[in-house]
C-alpha cells in the first residue's frame, strides 16, 4: 500500500508533543472498527498521548473480549457525559473506519462543535468527505486495521507491534475480508499478518472467539432467516432477507446476531446480490452484499441513501418494513434493466 510520506510527516508533525487525542470510529461498530481504534490508542497511549476511544452506540457481545475495549466508550450508553467532554477538550480527534461525519450520527454534532482540533482521517470506504487536516484514505485497502499497520509501520517500525497491538490488528483484518476471503487480499497484507504473526498471537484462538461465539439464539434466527425469511428475485440472483424487531425478540436477539446474516445467500452459486433489512428503533437498517462486478456502493448511494464499498455497502430506509422491500424490489429492476445486475 502507497502510504503517503508527506501525509506520515504530517500525522508526526501533530503528535509532536503529548496531545489530548481522541479516536472515534462507525455506528454498528464492528471488528475493524475496533480493532483499528484500540491499535491506535494502544500506540499512541506508549508513546505518551492521551487517548480515548468512542464509538456512537454499542458493540456486538462476541467482540467483548478483544484486549482493551472496556476503554471504549459507547456514546449512547454514556450518562456522564465522559466521551462529549473527551471531544470538547481533544487537540486531535482522529475517525477511523469511517468516511463522513454523519456516519457518527449524534456523536457528530460534538466533534463539529470543536473547531479548535485537528482532524485525521483513516479509512478504506470509497468517496471520503472532505474537512479533514490529514487523510489517509484508502479505498484499496481491504480493512482499515491494515491502513493503520502500515501507518504504523511507517511511523515507528514494526517493533511497535506488541502482541496486544497484533490481536486487535488482526481481528479488524479478518472480519473485514471474511478470514482472508474476500477481494482486495495482496502479498503484502499476508505480510503484515505473518509480522502480527510473529509476535505469538492465537489465531485459531481469535477465530473461535469472533466466529464461534454466538448464543443458541443467534443459531436458531440465522435458521429461521435462511429457511423461511430468504426471497429471490432475477431469476435466482438477486436475494432479500428481513427481520422485524417482534421476530427479533423471539429469538433472543442480542446486538450483532444479524451480522453477517447478508453474506449467506451469496453461497448459492448463481447469486450476483444480497439484502437485509433489520428493523430498529425508528428506521429499517440496509445491509447490501455482492459478487464481483456487481456495485452495491453506488445501489445504496442511490435508492438508501448510504454508502460502502462496490461489495458491502448498507444504508437507512425510514419507511415501513413492506414499503422498504417494495422499494427494494422496484430499485432491483431498474438496476437490472441498466445491466448492472
Ligand atoms: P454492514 O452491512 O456491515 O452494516 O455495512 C457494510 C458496509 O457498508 C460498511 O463498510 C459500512 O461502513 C457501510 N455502511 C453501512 N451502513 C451505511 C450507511 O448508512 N451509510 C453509509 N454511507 N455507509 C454504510
Ligand atoms: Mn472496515
Known sequence: MNISTEHIEQLQGLLNGPKKIVIVSHTNPDGDALGSSLALAEVLQQKGHSVTCIVPNRYPY??????????????????????????????????????????????????????SAKRVLIDHHLSPEEGFDVMFSHPEASSTAFVVYCILDAMYGKTVFTQTIATQLYVGMITDTGNFAFSALTPELFRAVATLCETGIDIPQIYNNVYNSFTEGRARLFGYVINRKMKTLIKGTVAY?????????????????????????????????????????????????????????????????????????????????????????????????????
Request: proline letters at 1%; hydrophobic letters at 35%.
Open 62 to 115: 462476541y467482540l467483548k473480549w478483544i484486549p482493551s475495549l472496556e476503554r471504549v466508550i459507547v456514546h449512547s450508553l454514556d450518562e456522564e457525559g465522559r466521551a462529549e467532554r473527551a471531544i470538547g477538550e481533544a487537540e486531535i480527534i482522529i475517525c477511523a473506519d469511517m468516511n463522513a461525519i454523519s456516519r457518527l450520527e449524534n456523536l457528530g454534532e460534538a466533534i463539529k462543535a470543536n473547531h
Open 241 to 341: 432477507m428481513s427481520l422485524t424487531e417482534e421476530e427479533m425478540r423471539r429469538y433472543w436477539f442480542q446486538q450483532g446476531d444479524n451480522e453477517g446474516f447478508v453474506n449467506y445467500p451469496l453461497t448459492v452459486k448463481k447469486m450476483r446480490m444480497s439484502a437485509m433489512f433489520t428493523e430498529q428503533h425508528g428506521f429499517i437498517r440496509v445491509s447490501l452484499r455482492s459478487r464481483g462486478e456487481v456495485d452495491v456502493n453506488t445501489f445504496a448511494r442511490r435508492y438508501f441513501n448510504g454508502g460502502g464499498h462496490r461489495n458491502a455497502a448498507g444504508g437507512k430506509s425510514f419507511v415501513s418494513m413492506d414499503e422498504t422491500i417494495r422499494h427494494y424490489i422496484e430499485s432491483v429492476n431498474e438496476y437490472h434493466e441498466e445491466g448492472l445486475v
